[in-house]
């Protein structure tokens, strides 16, 4: 039997301005047959990040450029439908660079088995990409230590979740920023942080000022621009400021909007690092253990915001910019009838 | 009426050789009027540290030189007799480098109100040098992050337990080495450790081994020798080796006997480090707040061992070598019918 496979594709470059379902298009090819070496996998659930709007901007030069009329990358879980390679058997769960489509035929080095099969989406997520940037940024730049007030922004993301609740695990005074009060609830509430505020109060900058009495020994920051300016007017001596993502640059154009604050670095011999995950690959394999136990005993919880349907691809990442989503933003795909 | 002065004089260097009770000579003489400027203080609770061993053998060149003939110096709480000083009341509980006598007239500037009048010990202890040490050295050298597994020497002892316990605070895995299942069972059942090891056990390699499967991420080690080196020997990779003491020399004269285990730092990619506490004055006041914090929440607990009576203070330091005390040492004087 022929597999139909859909396929969204490349095409616009959203530079300077928002992602918009005009930027992809959709088509349909045949299935590509596995080679030797090869696994053929069914695209299950696939997992969308803020940096996919960088891959299509070609900006940062750390990733392989993208061209139009590429078939839209990203990591997601799938089934092994048909293997050439050795390891690899129909049936088996598989994590890897699937891209946004049904199928997808790849070498049986791009796939792993998913760490735990009975929770395969844990591999998009805390014990993926977005698990490890909160491990390894926070362990090697955030440098917590029982007592510090750690203040993280999109704190009810995917990664700022994480890195809110190891601060919590580690002792830290932990505060989260938000948008909205529902998800400061649940911040508070689900997560445990000791408080969390809504960047949209108008008060946002005094609320700052009253939950960090003697100053942030951490900022963790994912979204830049004014909200990264207020908190680095409020460093304690010594901070770290890490810089993991910015995403207001969405609403914005171009890059963050500069913090004039920056300058406070120096009064408070404060630190302000970037990093790409990559960097710090020596740390994966206990990053991944130490979640995985903290995961197992309840310390660490995985919030994900799943959407259905392939249709849905680009409106899924569309809500990563608009702050909709609520923990790690996921797409199960629907393959209709040929599953069957 | 004339205050009679009872004191302590070194009287001995005991170099090579354990403290014995003929290194200390008792006098009496009458307390000397303070002058202008300065402050009489009656002297209550006197702490004792291993490092008094080396002021009195004169080694390591950070403090002053000893004298045979002086009085002994110690840390101690006591109570304002007479004051020529602003700030400073009779009746008033005040800490400072008091020395093992009845009565000391000194500079204001050398004194300072304790922390908490309800519980003035606690400044000899967990919010002064000892509490400090742990802290400082913690912070600056062990870089502790949760999950971490972290070992620990002389844990029932006063810098040992706070070390632990901030550990514990800061979610990682903790591990206490001690001497004598009651020292063991004290750090499990009331320090709230992970887990304890008796050094004086058979097969304390192997439990060593055990309790640290992906190997020791921070050692902070109170006591050198033969037990440092068997840590030493299961690092994890990064590992982080915190010397604060080496009281195990006391046991062999001179200094501890060298790990043979070192040039496991270079397989790990390790750093072992020693500090001086005054190099981390920058934390003090940080240090001192965060801990009473956690003293007033109850997650931090201070154990003191009490002796009591002024004849009592060469072999109440002796506690200290002989392993018999738990938890901070100190000694209460009775002042007898002068005080009445």
Request: with cysteine; glycine share 14%.
């Given at each position: 039997?022929?597999?139909?496979?859909r396929q969204w594709k490349i095409a616009?470059?959203?530079?300077?301005?928002?992602v918009t379902e005009a930027d992809f298009a959709s088509d349909?090819?045949?299935?590509?047959?596995?080679?030797?070496?090869?696994?053929?996998?069914?695209v299950d659930l696939l997992a969308f990040e803020?940096?996919m709007?960088?891959?299509m901007?070609?900006?940062?030069?750390?990733?392989?450029?993208?061209?139009?009329?590429?078939v839209m990358r990203g990591t997601a879980?799938?089934?092994?439908?048909?293997?050439?390679?050795?390891?690899?058997?129909?049936?088996?769960?598989?994590?890897?660079?699937l891209g946004w489509q049904d199928?997808?035929?790849?070498?049986?080095?791009?796939?792993?088995?998913?760490?735990?099969?009975?929770?395969?989406?844990?591999?998009?997520?805390?014990?993926?990409?977005?698990?490890?940037?909160?491990?390894?940024?926070?362990?090697?730049?955030?440098?917590?230590?029982?007592?510090?007030?750690?203040?993280?922004?999109?704190?009810?993301?995917?990664?700022?979740?994480?890195?809110?609740?190891?601060?919590?695990?580690?002792?830290?005074?932990?505060?989260?920023?938000?948008?909205?009060?529902?998800?400061?609830?649940?911040?508070?509430?689900?997560?445990?942080?000791?408080?969390?505020?809504?960047?949209?109060?108008?008060?946002?900058?005094?609320?700052?000022?009253?939950?960090?009495?003697?100053?942030?020994?951490?900022?963790?920051?994912?979204?830049?621009?004014?909200?990264?300016?207020?908190?680095?007017?409020?460093?304690?001596?010594?901070?770290?400021?890490?810089?993991?993502?910015?995403?207001?640059?969405?609403?914005?154009?171009?890059?963050?909007?500069?913090?004039?604050?920056?300058?406070?670095?120096?009064?408070?011999?404060?630190?302000?690092?970037?990093?790409?995950?990559?960097?710090?690959?020596?740390?994966?394999?206990?990053?991944?253990?130490?979640?995985?136990?903290?995961?197992?005993?309840?310390?660490?919880?995985?919030?994900?915001?799943v959407q259905h349907g392939f249709d849905n691809a680009p409106r899924t990442l569309m809500r990563l910019?608009?702050?909709?989503?609520?923990?790690?933003q996921l797409l199960r795909l629907d393959?209709?009838?040929?599953?069957?």
């Amino acid at each position: 039997m022929q597999l139909r496979n859909r396929q969204w594709k490349i095409a616009g470059r959203p530079v300077g301005r928002d992602v918009t379902e005009a930027d992809f298009a959709s088509d349909e090819v045949p299935a590509r047959a596995p080679e030797a070496g090869e696994v053929l996998v069914r695209v299950d659930l696939l997992a969308f990040e803020p940096a996919m709007k960088g891959w299509m901007e070609n900006i940062g030069g750390y990733v392989a450029r993208t061209e139009i009329g590429d078939v839209m990358r990203g990591t997601a879980v799938g089934t092994v439908i048909e293997s050439r390679a050795d390891g690899f058997s129909p049936g088996m769960q598989v994590v890897g660079p699937l891209g946004w489509q049904d199928y997808a035929a790849l070498p049986a080095s791009d796939l792993r088995p998913v760490s735990n099969p009975a929770r395969p989406s844990d591999d998009l997520g805390v014990l993926g990409l977005v698990g490890l940037t909160a491990y390894c940024g926070f362990k090697a730049i955030g440098q917590p230590f029982p007592g510090d007030t750690v203040m993280i922004t999109g704190a009810a993301g995917a990664v700022g979740s994480v890195v809110a609740q190891i601060a919590r695990i580690g002792g830290c005074q932990v505060i989260g920023v938000a948008g909205g009060p529902e998800k400061c609830r649940m911040l508070v509430e689900e997560y445990g942080l000791d408080a969390a505020i809504d960047y949209r109060a108008a008060d946002f900058a005094a609320q700052v000022a009253a939950h960090a009495p003697n100053g942030i020994d951490v900022v963790w920051d994912n979204v830049g621009g004014t909200i990264l300016n207020t908190l680095l007017g409020h460093l304690a001596m010594r901070a770290r400021v890490v810089i993991c993502g910015g995403i207001s640059r969405s609403k914005t154009g171009g890059m963050p909007v500069g913090p004039e604050n920056y300058f406070n670095l120096v009064f408070k011999r404060a630190t302000m690092r970037g990093f790409i995950l990559h960097d710090h690959e020596a740390l994966f394999d206990e990053g991944r253990r130490r979640m995985a136990g903290w995961l197992a005993e309840g310390r660490l919880i995985a919030r994900e915001d799943v959407q259905h349907g392939f249709d849905n691809a680009p409106r899924t990442l569309m809500r990563l910019f608009s702050g909709a989503n609520v923990g790690k933003q996921l797409l199960r795909l629907d393959h209709g009838e040929e599953q069957a």
